[in-house]
Nanobody, 123 residues
Framework: QVPLVESGGGLVQAGGSLRLSCAAS????????MGWFRQAPGKDREFVAS????????YYADSVKGRITISKDNAKATVYLQMNSLNPEDTATYYC????????????????WGQGTQVTVAS
């Protein structure tokens, strides 16, 4: 069973919004940091945002501050990524990930990964 499953990606016009979801199951993530990363074709995987499993301490990459909000629904064991004012540079596959302990922007430090969800922003 895949412990992290993303959904919510799609095609959106520039300036539009999307909300990505990451549902956790089959695995206890208490004490973990939950992160969102993205990877565009030909580019390295890039940190977007993270939050503690408790839903506290959100943290963002400078490139998305003010446009993207990470949150968590404790009852649903789901992490969300609300993305507003999207632009074509946001086009990428978005991945949810989990790591034990405090936040990290390095994707190599995350133990669990979802399968990814594609976000395409048309100009």
């Amino acid at each position: 069973q895949v412990p992290l499953v993303e959904s919510g990606g799609g095609l959106v016009q520039a300036g539009g919004s999307l909300r990505l979801s990451c549902a956790a199951s089959g695995q206890t993530f208490y004490g973990y940091t939950m992160g969102w990363f993205r990877q565009a074709p030909g580019k390295d995987r890039e940190f977007v945002a993270s939050i503690l499993w408790t839903g506290s301490s959100p943290y963002y990459a400078d490139s998305v501050k003010g446009r993207i909000t990470i949150s968590k629904d404790n009852a649903k064991a789901t992490v969300y990524l609300q993305m507003n004012s999207l632009n074509p540079e946001d086009t990428a596959t978005y991945y949810c990930a989990a790591r034990w302990g405090s936040r990290s922007i390095n994707y190599n430090n995350y133990e669990f990964w979802g399968q990814g969800t594609q976000v395409t922003v048309a100009s």
